[in-house]
């Protein structure tokens, strides 16, 4: 597996795997001892770098990441994220957001413990909380830092300006937002940002929430607890309107032997080289199959091709809820 470094000195696979669709977001949890086996099966290809968060469950999926790579800690590096409004003695999640310095101390605490380690190699906080200023959250993890119990600090969905005000208190390591071929807002200000600051970028739903395989379509229904249900861009007439940009995948794919989920990755990595995209899945020949996706070689005359393509292909529906978009920064 090629590597790459997110910030100064924080190196991981090239791809990592993002843990949450184990526990939430796109349907039932899976079995632990699959879940865990998965994660596993991940390590043993290469996969260095392991994506959860506190919200996710809440709390189960670090949990199953900490069982998991308990026995290769050493050998991997973990990223969870804080920021929901949590409560910490029952998991029920209140409204609204909570980055306050003594919540993130609580929050880091438990974390270290359900993870079964010393330190969180990448904490994020999840969403810019707008009642806290993010120089007192920075000085949070920064002091967090300096105590060994965190090795670098992140945001995810902020700002430019936000990630600015943030790295002038403590370097920021990566900045984790949704980004694909069908979500491109970032490079307008963010990536442009990160790559002044030295910050590394971490794209969540590279594969479009699983559209981008080309496995879902106009007719595919989704379960009462598949988020996917209530997303605009999922609705039926948007589904059948966004083949289009499938349809590309698939065009790139047949002339590079690949599948329309290998095209979108590499398309992702050959963006920038401190772009690490986090895929995620509950089956096995999927996690080889996105794996795949670091040795496809796209030209520039592939990628000119599928940038002209794409700018005239409107991709229809907002990319969340507006319950979602909210804490949304960017």
């Known amino acids: ?26 349907g039932p949890p899976t079995d632990r001892q699959q879940g865990s086996a998965l994660i596993r099966a991940a390590a043993e290809r290469g996969v260095t770098h392991f994506d959860t968060a506190e919200a996710y469950g809440p709390w189960t999926n670090e949990e199953l990441v900490g069982n998991a790579l308990a026995p290769i800690r050493d050998t991997v590096t973990i990223a969870t994220k804080f920021g929901w409004n949590t409560d910490q003695d029952t998991g029920e999640r209140r409204p609204g957001l909570n980055s306050r310095p003594e919540h993130i101390r609580a929050v880091a605490e438990r974390m270290l413990k359900r993870l079964k380690t010393d330190r969180i190699d990448l904490l994020y906080q999840h969403r810019v909380d707008k009642t806290v200023p993010i120089e007192d959250v920075a000085g949070t993890v920064r002091d967090l830092i300096h105590e060994g119990k965190v090795k670098h600090y992140g945001l995810s969905e902020a700002s430019a300006a936000t990630i600015r005000r943030a790295h002038a208190v403590h370097p920021v390591a990566a900045i984790q937002s949704e980004y694909s071929i069908w979500t491109r807002d970032p490079e307008a200000e963010v990536l442009p940002a990160c790559e002044e600051l030295g910050i590394g970028f971490v794209p969540w739903g590279p594969l479009g929430q699983g559209f981008l395989t080309g496995k879902i379509d106009s007719a595919t229904t989704f379960g009462k607890s598949d988020s996917r249900a209530s997303f605009p861009r999922f609705t039926t007439d948007a589904r059948d309107a966004n083949l289009a940009v499938v349809d590309l ?31 995620g899945t509950t089956k096995l020949h999927r996690l080889e199959e996105n794996l795949g996706g670091v040795n496809v070689e796209l030209t520039s005359d592939d990628l ?11 991709v229809k529906g907002a990319r969340l809820p507006e319950q979602f978009l909210q804490f949304s920064e960017r």
């Open 1 to 26: 597996m090629q590597k790459r470094r997110l910030g100064k000195d924080l190196e991981v696979s090239a791809l990592g795997f993002g843990c949450m669709g184990l526990d939430s977001g796109y």
């Open 249 to 279: 995948l698939k065009t790139i794919a047949a002339r590079k032997n690949a599948t329309p989920a290998q095209i979108a990755l590499a398309w992702l990595l050959a963006q920038k080289p401190w772009i690490v995209p986090i895929p």
């Open 304 to 314: 000119d091709e599928m940038e002209k393509a794409v700018a005239n292909i409107p």
